[in-house]
């Protein structure tokens, strides 16, 4: 396939993605401040710390407010990664691809963008709650109509891909939102409101029940994190999503499970070995936030290594009539 | 909302002999719609445009503060063309196209057509259309102009006049197909009732003239749809011939020249495309041959092309026929080249390079259409009527100054059908575009866009000058 077209459904995932992590985010934040018994320990820095942009915040906004923040995560078309933004390159990603991706995951994209731009449009009546979870339902339609009217050809794997490195990064930065909400009051540690925020964490990545049901009565730092990062079955976690990812990076180079044979497939190899023999305690030890952030790191080199190997200009001829 | 008090007024109706009188293609049609509950055509209405927005089928409107998406104005009652009148026009069209299609081969070649003193010579190399580089080439099959889009149009007596031929990049026939889906969801039961040609096999068409292109021994030609971009304002319509195709949409970018073949480049290296139906204007194909400036084209793609190793539709070089001067010698051209008499019309043109003619453009401006020769889409205009002095006295400063660039043509006084207005029906003024397809045969596709004026009393039907559409239904039989 058409290299700027693979290039296209990937980034068309990951905006998608990226749009619904967004929401995920804001979300559980205004849950937290809701259970707070003041509301002026309400934080709204952490949520632009970890999207990594705060500097872009500050110089527009200043010291963060809540309406601040949510304007900029959500409304504001000049922040790349707000909500909004994320549906128009979504859309135009989309658009340069509709002949490869089905009619219906057209109709889902371009009922997504009326939504978000309907929403944009009258920010100051819009129900947030309600708002935010209709985002999270329009990006899970989406994969789901994806999944069940595109062929799981090659340009549904490049999706996949783009989609579940943006989750697995974002899981990351869930994870991270606490640990910095954390940070100012470590008195709280263990205590019935620190237990509410792990919930209100866990239920942001949809994963509170699931958690539940693994058997953990308990709701502990260590079991959440180990849960998020490490859990094989549950499809938000970090280490789920790079299984399934290297699923579809091997059945678009056509390579035998088990070899490489490009850099990409080695990096992602190695980071999936990681994460498969190493123990919570273990990143816990060297600092759980040092470690989100080396894993954060090491999705930014799998990103160029993809873009290299896929989409970047690539000279060598192929015959003609092999696929 | 009924027909009880639609009034045809002085214009040839398509659908009214006089008030109260329908045609009897439409009668059965007329009563239906008599019979619908208050209120539920308006609502079937905006159910259609609700799909086509959902569907995407927008194009942009750039106005100074934000930019805007748009649909189409679409409105739900359809133009028919009874199978009598098709057949007339399926004729004429085959004529006409087969006759523009020698002209070109001969203007590429030696020329008999200047040579025998049909055509000046300086008309054909005063146009901008005309291409040197593409002298001597030869198209496969001798076919140059594989996909066309004449306009036609009615006048008051409903006679059918031919406008335009549109042989580079005719666009619209995606809408010619969304409308009709729309339609069928709108209107299943009239469906059911009358014999209505399909369009759905458009695209099939398209493909097979495309493939008709490549060379016999190729089990598995490569086809292509070039478009320039996301930005085009027929960008819906390429990708959707593309995906209705089953083929790849490419942008200029993703195209390279490489050891003497166009390749486009994918996620497994390069691969060779054999047939580019391009929708990219000539200039902008190869910026070492055309426009150097073009980032929308393929550097070297004429050699390739020129050597047989790639076929491209339309042929380059089409462009020299839309010239509106040359399309005034097209009568000339099926006399000479066919030894018959036009069965369509071409609309009285005045060419003002000619001393005589621009005289009396000068002094008929009030009521006369000046149009410029190289212009599409209702730019370059002067709708002599309800222009101002000072509009008309600054189109004679430009036909004085560049006689080649204009040509004139009386006002006709377009045919109508009945369009919704608020709660009651008007007539609105339309035009006709038919896309003919030219394989080994020439096949033309039953209907076609209607387009309308929607403003009342306008005469202009392009979507940039707040025209709409119409479906188009071709009665079999």
Redesign the interface.
Known sequence: ??????NSVYWLNRYIERAENVARFVDVNLHLILDLPDQSMAQWEPLVVVTGDLALFQEKYGSPTQEQVIQFLTFDDHYPNSIVSCLYTAR?NA??V???IS?EM??EV??FYWLVQRAAEHSQEVDLNQFFQEVKLASHRFAGVMDATMSHN?AWH?GQMGRLLERADKTTRIVDVKYYVLLPSVQDVGTTLDEIQWIALLKSASAYEMYRKRGRHLITPRQVAEFLILDREFPRSVQFCLRQMQHSLYR?TGTEWNHWNMGVERSLGRLCADLEYMTIDEMIQQGLHEFLDHLQQEFNRLDDAIFKT??A??????R???? | MNFSDYDPEDFYDEWFVRQGEPRPEVAVLVERINQLPPGELQQRQQAAQAVLM???VTFQVYSDSAQKERIWPFDVIPRVVTAQEWHFLERGLKQRIQALNLFLQDIYHDQKIIKDGIIPAEVIHSSAGYLPACQGLDPPGGVWCHITGSDLVRDRQGNWWVLEDNLRVPSGVSYVLENRRVMKNTFPKVFRMLDICPTDDYPGHLLETLLNLAPPYL??P?VVVLTP??YNSA??EH??L??QMGV????G??L?V??GYV??????????VDVIYRRVDDVFLDPQVFNPHSLLGIPGIMEVYRAGRVALANAPGTGVADDKVVYAYVPEMIRYYLDAEPLLQNVPTYLCWRAADREYVLKHLDELVVKSAHEAGGYGMLMGQSATPAERESFAAKIQQFPRNFIAQPTLSLSRVPTIVGDHFEGRHVDLRPYILHAQEIYVHPGGLTRVALQKGSLVVNSSQGGGSKDTWVLAG
């Open positions: 396939m058409l290299s700027r077209v693979a135009e658009r340069s509709r002949e490869i009619s057209w109709q371009n009922s090659e490049f678009i896929f989409f200009v690539n000279l060598d001829p192929v003609h009539g092999v696929s | 959902q569907m995407g089990d598995h490569c971009g996301v960008y819906f990708s959707f593309a995906q790849e949409l490419v942008e970018r993703d390279i490489v050891d390749q486009m480049r994918t996620t497994r290296g390069l691969k060779r």
